[in-house]
């Protein structure tokens, strides 16, 4: 029962690049949710999505930032013209989504390092 | 421990000690609390999670105490060991649909067990 699966762990873009980081949520699970984390910071909250929807964008820049979870694949989140201030970590969590209590299970991470 | 500056609190013992972690959450409207565990490089991953309606849950090792007139929570870890050695986070999560799936996470506290 693979856990949440990120890709690509590390992510080098040169400013003004593009950048997609990818999150398959744990088998049954219908619920994705990205989080950002600084050096010496905790996580904070991005987006909430389901499937074709996205449900809670209240942690999104309002530029440059987009997020989708199609009906097929992974969820995905776009960064365009990236600068250095977009480097950071950036998780995804998977839920089922009916209760809280059934817990969010974070993934690996993608590393973003822009030059 | 005590921070200073943008450094994250940090907490050394000894093998076989007990740690305590502390956090202070600010919304009193917050419903679930979570503790993670986030070693370097990884994800966060969870440890123990206590609802608003119990002040005290106990899981192997670890026990979480909630004291909600304060807005503290803490987590407290038995005969620690040095695999235990990580940043700790705690999270809320607010009550109510519009709060479901996005946690707030605290500043986190780096714990180093000594052998």
């Known amino acids: 029962n693979a856990g949440v699966m990120q890709n690509p762990r590390h992510l080098v873009r040169r400013r003004g690049q593009e950048a997609r980081l990818r999150c398959s949520p744990m088998k049954g699970h219908s619920h994705v949710y990205w989080y950002r984390q600084l050096p010496e910071e905790g996580l904070k909250f991005m987006v909430y999505l389901q499937k074709e929807n996205i449900i809670d964008e209240s942690g999104m820049p309002k530029e440059r930032f987009s997020a989708e979870f199609p009906k097929e694949g992974p969820s995905i989140l776009r960064i365009q013209q990236v600068v250095r201030g977009d480097s950071a970590a950036y998780f995804c969590?998977?839920?089922?989504?009916?209760?809280?209590?059934?817990?969010?299970?974070f993934g690996s991470g993608t590393r973003l390092t822009v030059v | 421990g005590e921070s200073v500056g943008l450094h994250l609190p940090t907490l050394s013992v000894q093998e076989g000690d007990n740690s305590i972690i502390n956090c202070a959450y600010s919304n009193s409207a917050s419903d679930y609390f979570i503790w993670y565990k986030q070693e370097s490089g990884k994800g966060p991953q969870f440890i123990i999670d206590?609802?608003?309606?119990?002040d005290k849950r106990q899981g192997q090792r670890v026990t979480v105490l909630l004291n909600k007139t304060v807005k503290h929570l803490s987590l407290q870890i038995a005969a620690t060991q040095p695999g235990d050695s990580a940043v700790y986070f705690c999270a809320e999560e607010g009550a109510g649909g519009t709060s479901y799936g996005k946690l707030t996470f605290g500043q986190g506290t780096i714990l180093t067990v000594h052998p």
């Open positions: 969590a998977s839920s089922p989504g009916s209760e809280s209590s059934d817990g969010y299970t």
């Open positions: 206590i609802r608003s309606n119990m």
